[in-house]
């Protein structure tokens, strides 16, 4: 019995949405009376159905509330409202009629006070299915910048640097708990009559008591439930819910094995690494820039695919483009006009091994993204570098085994970005035709490293 | 039930991929000329989608480059590993502790229920045959025997309480390249081939370099499981012709090669199309790779071109196979755009049991022709500015015990160690690799991890995660159930990283 009494209360949801379509229907009609010849007849017997549906809206409604665990606070509004909504539709349907007591109000009273109660009951409802500020949700980032207002943050804010102060429960566990488990345990709605949204509520338990047994921590219900298989019915969350990781399910054992302790730090309890990694948010150091740009036209793409050079994005989700003429050796200045409608989406650009020569560099100044050139194994001789000072980006030269001339290198000092130039060459020593200024010695990787012969090299045991 | 549905549904999804391939093949190229030619899937035209779809390459070239799902750190992967095990406690695991407890009994506590490959009853312990000192600026302890590797130690991050569950070579070996010690998974470089395909159009993604013997597990360690076999290893030999058969045949002129390769494309194509089974195209583009294979392999395999100095540096031996020689190809290969250089440098197992095993003889001959080549392959890399974009790896299969075997019981005449999989030595360095770092630490006598353990499972989350993958994430179903490298475990070792 119980199991149809759930089931039926589960319809609830669905049944509603009728006497809303029908009040909806209703108040059309109402607004255009005029254009009807039998418009008085066709409401009522609209609002004999909303009559209809309406009872068996509340009826289930309440079903619903005493199996699945709703507090009466949270709910009562909306059933109140329901309730003001049926009222008012029957007083609506008798004052159609012909002769009643009611016929002294005024015919608005009832449109519009059926439509405003209707609008309540239906964001109180919703209200309830998806958490109470589901719907201002998506403002709240605007509204709290607009008006200064912090919302308390429970997600992770762990680094590298912090990590060690912060306290097991509030830097770890909360995160986790508010993350997957207090949309359904919380004062507004509390299955099993368990609330997990503060400490004292998870300690106090649900219904079948403490979920954390602080004698015997690997018997906790806590414990048990996270680690049972997801097909088990007792396995928490819900398998229809979002699961715990492996390092979360990880990190809660190890904080109930402590005694779930509250206050203390993770230094305090000398929280192993291993452990706490998974929640640690690294600041990934950015080698592109990041920039917001529309996805490159495919046609560019298919064409340079098409004639053998390697184009891809720097990673699978990104706009940015890395190419590269490695299967092309006969590739020319020239041929950089293919690039044209990318300019901006490029990054990269590998010309090694290709028959480009010095002007590419006027070209090469024309792409205002670049991090990184390379033109290894080329004929450049780094006349005309000086143009790559507007590749505002550019972070990564490479010029090894090519013709260089160690005149042209001081312009590099000018470049705003520039990180790395690798300019090794096997056949001659670069580094000893050059002055450099201590910038550019920091910047310039010459190579031209040895391994001088040692006795031990030759020693034959 | 659910076994059954789940392989129904396996193979339903590997039918929509074949018929997707079929239409590649039927409305989106020349034809037959077209497959004969390469991938001309780009003459097709497909207006509708926004952005490019990268994956769509695969449907006629399986080796076609993929975007990283992530963003990598790395894009080429050089794999150095030392066959038989290299003994950590003669590296770079300095147990001074371990000198005073030379030649004493080891304490029945350390060995109860611990089983070895040799080591019987009760043995002794053997002080570190080595002398340490702390080498770079990053003051990390190195052995007298790699005297070269002190200059590039502030290159490396080491990883010194790595720890495997396999004693036996075969079996450590199978776990360490493709994360079962069972027979029958894809290899590292398969995967990552599978995952991010090749660069260069003519050279193979993965390639495979050894010298001194082959590795005890064979061939497996480079196969493709379960993945389209396109994505094997090519081993490539040092000596002699880099690969068999590569060369024409006296008397076969290389336009007369080209047609007897495309009439032999065009029976395949023939045999596709009547049975779909997607390894005929896998066969097509290995004819063809092998026809530009012809010309560009001999030119990356030859390093008679390189300058001497470089080929002193390296300690290249000409016409011989030497790990040298291949260190420098891995250096060749990656700069040409292959993907994946596995080398394996067999005769490392310092058992004790003859000489070229024993600590005092063969395994100084080993480091000697170790040392040097790693050390420049290092500096090589970095001076191009590729170990930015390279990962280089070094390992063996597991480490070596603290203690003197004492096969059957009787004390090893010559000096040596037994296999130990409790804890061993790996470093890795190039793009993304914190410099002369050290992650993790073994007890007194270098017996067990007590600090930083990593797993092999963990080594591989690490390298795939390098190249810009989600080890969880990165999976291929086979027999109902998706696959991935590190099987349930592997944890990405971020205290190493950048």
């Known amino acids: 019995m119980e199991s149809i009494l759930t089931f039926i209360g589960r319809f609830h949801p669905l049944i509603v949405h009728l006497p809303i379509g029908f009040i909806l229907l209703a108040q059309l009609l109402e607004f255009n009376r005029s254009k009807f010849k039998e418009s008085e007849k066709i409401l009522k017997f609209i609002l004999y159905w909303v009559l209809l549906s309406g009872v068996f809206s509340i009826l289930s409604g309440y079903l619903q509330y005493q199996q699945e665990g709703y507090l009466w606070e949270s709910v009562q509004g909306h059933f109140y409202l329901g309730i003001l909504t049926l009222i008012l539709s029957m007083g609506f349907y008798i004052f159609l009629g012909k002769k009643t007591i009611l016929k002294r109000l005024p015919r608005s009273f009832f449109s519009i006070s059926l439509l405003i109660s209707l609008i309540f009951t239906g964001h109180l409802g919703g209200n309830i299915t998806h958490g109470e500020d589901h719907l201002t949700e998506p403002l709240a980032e605007v509204s709290s910048t607009l008006f200064g207002i912090e919302n308390e943050t429970k997600t992770l804010q762990l680094n590298e640097k912090n990590y060690s102060e912060q306290s097991i429960y509030t830097g770890i566990v909360v995160p986790i708990l508010s993350n997957k488990c207090v949309s359904c345990h919380n004062p507004k709605k509390t299955k099993g009559g368990l609330k997990l949204h503060n400490y004292e509520a998870l300690v106090q338990g649900g219904k079948n008591g403490s979920i954390i047994n602080f004698d015997k921590p690997e018997q906790s219900e806590l414990f048990l439930r996270i680690h049972l298989p997801v097909e088990e019915k007792k396995h928490m969350p819900p398998k229809s819910k979002k699961q715990l990781t492996k390092a979360e399910i990880d990190f809660i054992s190890y904080w109930i094995e402590l005694g779930a302790p509250q206050n203390q730090t993770l230094e305090q309890l000398g929280t192993s690494r291993a452990l706490i990694d998974p929640f640690l948010s690294k600041e990934e150091e950015r080698f592109y820039p990041k920039i917001a740009l529309d996805a490159p036209d495919s046609k560019i793409l298919r064409d340079l695919i098409a004639k053998d050079l390697l184009i891809a994005p720097v990673s699978r989700e990104s706009n940015l483009l890395k190419i590269s003429t490695l299967n092309v050796p006969k590739f020319e200045n020239k041929q950089m006009e293919l690039l044209n ?23 090469l100044a024309e792409f205002p993204n670049l991090v990184q050139i390379k033109l290894n194994h080329t004929q450049v001789t780094g006349k005309g570098i000086l143009a790559l000072q507007k590749n505002k980006n550019l972070k990564q030269l490479y ?49 031209e490293y040895d391994l001088p012969k040692l006795p031990s090299d030759e020693v034959i045991y | 039930m659910d076994n059954l549905k789940k392989l129904i549904a396996e193979n339903k999804e590997l039918e929509a991929q074949l018929n997707s391939r079929r239409h590649f093949l039927k409305d989106c190229t020349l034809g037959l000329g077209g497959i004969a030619l390469g991938s001309l899937l780009n003459s097709c035209n497909f207006d509708q989608q926004k952005a490019y779809d990268y994956t769509s390459a695969r449907a006629l070239n399986p080796m076609a480059p993929l975007p990283s799902p992530l963003s990598p750190k790395v894009k080429s992967v050089i794999y150095l590993h030392m066959v038989g095990a290299p003994s950590q406690l003669e590296l770079f695991d300095y147990k001074p502790e371990l000198a005073k407890l030379h030649n004493k009994p080891c304490p029945e506590s350390l060995i109860e229920g611990k089983e070895f490959a040799f080591i019987e009853g009760v043995p002794n312990m053997l002080g570190p045959q080595a002398t340490f000192t702390q080498a770079g600026e ?70 495979v370099l050894t010298s001194g013997g082959t590795p005890d597990a064979g061939k497996s360690l480079w196969g493709n499981g379960f993945l389209p076999s396109i994505y094997q290893g090519v081993h490539c030999r040092s000596k002699g012709d880099p690969v068999l058969y590569l060369k024409d045949p006296e008397g076969v002129s290389r336009d007369l090669k080209r047609k007897v390769i495309q009439s032999i494309n065009e029976i395949n194509y023939k045999e596709y199309q009547k049975f779909k089974d997607p390894e005929v195209l896998t066969r097509i583009s290995q004819y063809e790779m092998a026809y530009r294979m012809q010309v560009s392999v001999p030119e990356v395999m030859d390093i008679n071109d390189e300058p001497d100095y470089i080929k002193e540096m390296y300690g290249v031996q000409p016409e011989k196979e030497a790990f040298a020689n291949n260190c420098l190809l891995a250096r060749k290969m990656v700069e040409k755009g292959v993907r994946f250089v596995q080398l394996y440098d067999w005769g490392w197992d310092s058992h004790g049991a003859s000489e070229s095993e024993a600590l005092s003889k063969g395994f100084l001959n080993k480091c000697r022709d170790m040392d040097r080549p790693v050390a420049a392959l290092l500096l090589d890399l970095k001076q191009r500015g590729l170990l930015e974009e390279t990962l280089v790896v070094w390992g063996g299969e597991f480490g070596r015990t603290p203690m003197w075997e004492n096969r059957a019981g009787i004390q090893n005449s010559l000096i040596g160690r037994d296999h130990q999989g409790e804890a061993f030595t790996m470093w890795m360095a190039g793009g993304g690799v914190k410099k002369g770092y050290v992650h993790g630490a073994t007890d007194e006598i270098g017996f067990r991890g007590i600090d930083g353990r990593v797993s092999v499972h963990d080594i591989q989350a690490t390298i795939l995660h390098l190249l810009g993958f989600d080890h969880e994430q990165f999976t291929y179903d086979f027999q109902g159930r998706p696959f991935r490298l590190t099987d349930v475990e592997g944890r990405v070792i971020h205290e190493i990283l950048t």
């Open chain 1, 341 to 363: 409608g990318i300019q901006e989406h490029l990054v990269s650009i590998d010309l090694s091994y290709s028959a480009v020569n010095d002007s590419i560099f006027d070209l």
């Open chain 1, 399 to 447: 010029l090894v085994e090519t013709e260089i001339n160690g005149i042209y290198l001081k312009h590099l000092s000018n470049f705003p970005s520039l990180e790395q130039v690798f300019i090794f060459q096997s056949k001659r020593n670069l580094s000893r035709e050059i002055e450099l200024t201590p910038k550019l010695k920091t910047i310039i990787e010459f190579g």
């Open chain 2, 138 to 207: 990053s003051r990390n302890w190195v052995s007298n025997h790699l005297p070269h590797f002190k200059k590039v130690v502030d290159e490396v991050s080491f990883l010194k309480a790595v720890h495997t569950d396999q004693f036996n070579h075969g079996p450590a070996q199978l776990l360490m390249f493709t994360g079962s010690a069972r027979f029958g998974r894809p290899s590292l470089g398969s995967w990552i081939t599978y995952g991010l395909g090749s660069e260069n159009n003519n050279l193979p993604g993965f390639v």
